[in-house]
């Protein structure tokens, strides 16, 4: 028996990667909107409850690469616009934490899920940090983010608290953790002996 065309394109494992990017093509912008869009509806993550209209949304991504703090990566399968992370840089007048950089906005799209694209945005957003000298990285989360809470959990960053007053959803405070993850340890000389 022979394998029809389509069923050999369903067997096939799919394809994560990842880039930074600078500029957004418009092709890219669609999917990113698209991809945000699906993933807001099925139960959100990154700040919005529900999908904002796409001008809002295109406005935002817009408004990302513009913000020099804000560095975005994002993620596609098999070539299309999946996902997205952001790094922020901290204020530059922050001088007590200028060694830490924050993890914003990590999402997939529900049809990407389970490839490998959310692990790989967050394992190049820290080796970007790590490249750009940034020590420590932040990230929070709704608690009821099971899959999120489990991946940042397997990549090592430790949780130091819950805020129970995290966010609002339909009506009821959703409580959220807090973790930080060291990604470059701090190098201490030896004493050298005269
Ligand atoms: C979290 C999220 C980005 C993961 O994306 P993904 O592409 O499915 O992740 P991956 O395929 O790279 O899987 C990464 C790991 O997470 C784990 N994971 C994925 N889905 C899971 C689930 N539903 N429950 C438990 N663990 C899960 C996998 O075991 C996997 O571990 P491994 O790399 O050791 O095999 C995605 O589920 C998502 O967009 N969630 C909604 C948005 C969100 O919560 N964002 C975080 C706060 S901003």
């Known amino acids: 028996m022979t394998t029809s065309g389509s069923q050999r394109a369903e067997a096939r494992p799919l394809y994560a990667a990842v880039e930074i990017v600078n500029d957004l093509p418009p092709a890219d912008l669609y999917d990113l909107c698209d991809a945000a869009d699906a993933a807001i509806d099925a139960g959100g993550g990154f700040g919005w409850v529900t999908p904002p209209a796409r001008e809002v949304l295109e406005k935002y991504w817009r408004g990302v690469m513009v913000v020099p703090e804000r560095h975005l990566?994002?993620?596609?399968?098999?070539?299309?616009?999946?996902?997205?992370?952001q790094l922020v840089e901290p204020n530059r007048n922050n001088e007590a934490q200028a060694a830490i950089a924050q993890i914003l906005a990590h999402f997939v799209a529900p049809w990407a899920r389970g490839q490998g694209a959310g692990r790989k945005l967050m394992e190049t957003a820290e080796k970007l940090a790590a490249e750009m000298g940034y020590k420590v990285l932040h990230l929070d989360v709704r608690a009821t983010q099971t899959a999120a809470v489990s991946l940042y959990e397997?990549?090592?960053?430790?949780?130091?608290?819950?805020?129970?007053?995290?966010?609002?959803?339909?009506?009821?405070f959703i409580s959220g953790h807090f973790y930080g993850k060291t990604i470059r340890p701090l190098f201490v000389p030896k004493k050298v002996q005269p």
């Open 154 to 172: 397997k990549l090592g960053y430790n949780r130091w608290g819950t805020n129970p007053t995290y966010a609002m959803v339909d009506g009821h």
């Open 73 to 85: 990566l994002i993620a596609r399968v098999d070539g299309v616009v999946c996902g997205a992370v």
